[in-house]
């Protein structure tokens, strides 16, 4: 049974005043792109009307040495409460219209509890070309008591990845281009090895995107297929940093395949360890 999560931007333009529903602007940068853009900037420039800027790198741990790892429930929950975020609300998630970290924060906000999250499909840019409001500057809202707690943790660590790709038994999807898969270019941050997990397939993230939202459910279908993957079956998904991995994620969600973990650490831990195994 295929679960879509997507809205279209003239049903959020048609709901975007109930008390109900709250729209969060999720927008990040590729790795290297913050060199030359500032997302925060781009925010305040014109966004959709009391979105707030869910700020993907600031809501990661700060503690780790890893990007983009998930924080932990309190401080998460602290952070949404300052926000104005409300857990018991529909919450709308976007990103610039390339579905690239959407995703991301749809997975994070269902991590950590929230029932209704749903993607605007196209994101921002589907928005603009209907024609629809934009609002500037920052959105303060007043403090929440969002509630933020893990009711079912598919998050794999390290030590279960090793198992995983030893063993064998779980299907492991890699979802960074095919030349960093196989080694045929460097990683966008510095430090990280060329290469991939052993036994982990690969199926690069946006050939499951178009126009900022996922393809048809028969595509999907024939995608996964070619990519060696059973649809089916139980799966985890990395990538190079958790980001885009959730969007194989969504993917294999809509196809109504619940039983899909996310290895957080990705190609950020296992390509800066020197001890662990890693092929071509």
Known sequence: MSQTVFVTPRWLADHLNDTGIQVLDARLLPPGQERVRDVERE?????????VFFNIEQLSDSQSPYPHMLPRPDHFAVAMRELGVDHEKHLIVYDEGN??????????????GVEKVSILAGGLQAWQQKNLPLATS??????????????EDNVIPLTKMLVLSHEGGTQII???????????????RPGLRRGHIPNSLNLPWDHLVSEGRLKDNDTL????????????????VTCGSGVTAVVLLLALH?????QVSLYDGSWGEWGSRDDLPVRP
């Open 43 to 51: 925010y305040r420039a014109g966004h959709l009307p009391e979105a």
């Open 174 to 188: 890699d979802a960074r281009s095919a030349p960093r898969f196989n080694a045929e270019a460097d990683e966008p």
């Open 221 to 236: 279908q024939a995608l996964f297929k070619q990519a060696g993957v059973d649809t089916t079956q139980p799966a985890v």
């Open 254 to 258: 809509q196809l109504g395949q619940q």
């Open 138 to 151: 920052e959105v303060s809202l007043a403090p929440t008591q969002f509630e933020a707690y893990v009711a």
């Open 99 to 112: 579905l690239f970290s959407a995703p991301r924060a749809w997975w994070m906000l269902r991590h950590f």
